[in-house]
């Protein structure tokens, strides 16, 4: 039975940043889509830009993993995947249970990549009486009663919580005591967890609120920007040359002994 504790990955043991650790799933989707089109070779250049990074960034990051690349030839892409595969862990089996079997639970449930990426669901769990026994992704959702016998009997220590917000933490607290060491959060809330456990947290309402401040902007400099062509375009050239020599002197008349602007003007 896997436990997913055989071989921890040494990222932090051997100094790999954060930052770099959060590339390297980057870096490995990239790598994999060449793979699959049979690539054998890849530029750094190429692979910063198919990971959406720039190349001295890339360089670096690898360099923590002792992959330098050819000059003149770049990175075996197999010998790569391989490399960052085992960096995350990704060469041996994941068991992950699922909590929280709503639309979203299900639809995680029944997302394909798991497998191929390392992880394997090993149980999909839910607080309602009426979900146990039926099915989801080929699988009978489990009662939350028996969470910890299945966090037990399969060797877990990765949990997904896809509760709502008031369920989220009761059911974290539940997960470290019965073993599980890392969590990833979709339900909208922060959870209090003990040194030593991982939690990454996925809101998708905070990533959508994100989007619309850069829409706002964007639509903002827009605006400003039609708004400025419009003045010019009603503005005589002779009138705008009147005002750029007014506002020079009017600058001119308020520079100090030094001809340095106050920073405070006398009343």
């Not at 990549?113 to 999909?124: I, K, Q």
């Amino acid at each position: 039975m896997a436990t997913g504790r055989t071989h921890r990955p040494a990222t932090r043991s051997r100094g790999i940043p954060e930052a770099t650790v959060a590339r390297l799933p980057l870096y490995l989707r990239a790598l994999t889509a060449l793979s699959e089109r049979s690539v054998p070779t890849v530029s750094s250049e190429e692979l910063a830009a198919a990971a959406g990074v720039n190349s001295a960034k890339l360089r670096k990051d690898f360099s923590y993993l002792g992959s330098y690349g050819t000059r003149g030839v770049g990175y075996d892409v197999e010998y790569l995947v391989y490399q960052i595969s085992r960096e995350l862990g990704l060469t041996q089996d994941w068991p992950v249970v699922i909590v929280g079997i709503g639309n979203l639970g299900a639809a995680l449930a029944n997302y394909g990549g798991f497998a191929s990426r390392g992880f394997r669901v090993a149980a999909l769990i839910d607080a309602d009486p009426a979900m146990k026994g039926k099915p989801v992704a080929g699988m009978p959702v489990q009662h939350t009663d028996d969470l910890e016998k299945i966090i037990s009997e399969n060797g877990v220590h990765i949990g997904v919580i896809a509760t709502p917000a008031g369920a989220a933490q009761q059911v974290s607290e539940r997960l470290i005591a019965a073993g599980v060491t890392s969590i990833l959060n979709f339900a909208p809330t922060v959870l209090s967890v003990p040194d030593g456990v991982d939690v990454r947290k996925v809101d998708l309402s905070i990533e959508l609120q994100i989007l619309a401040f850069h829409e706002q902007r964007k639509a903002g400099e827009e605006a400003a920007a039609v708004a400025g062509a419009a003045g010019d375009a009603v503005t005589p050239p002779s009138l705008r040359a009147d005002t750029a020599a007014a506002a020079a002197a009017a600058a001119a008349s308020r520079k100090g002994p030094d001809g340095d602007v106050p920073a405070v003007m006398p009343a």
